[in-house]
């Protein structure tokens, strides 16, 4: 399982940059959405998780003792 994690930089000007990290697709939207509520968001890089799909494998198997 990967960690997730949340890198925040606060500059000497106040602007912050968030990093999230172990999060792929949309859903480091939601990582960090408390944050943006704090303020103006001046922009936005996205990274290559972004784009990225979550895998999700849901495993099942059956044992048989004849």
Do not use: P
Not at 27 to 52: F, N, P, S
């Amino acid at each position: 399982m990967v960690m997730k994690e949340l890198e925040i930089i606060i500059d000497k000007m106040g602007e912050i940059r968030v990093h999230v990290k172990g999060v792929k697709g949309s859903a480091c939207l939601d990582y960090t959405k408390w944050l943006e509520e704090l303020g103006h968001v001046i922009g936005r890089d996205l990274t290559e998780e972004y784009y990225e799909s979550e895998v999700k494998i849901d495993q099942s198997f059956y044992v048989s003792n004849r």
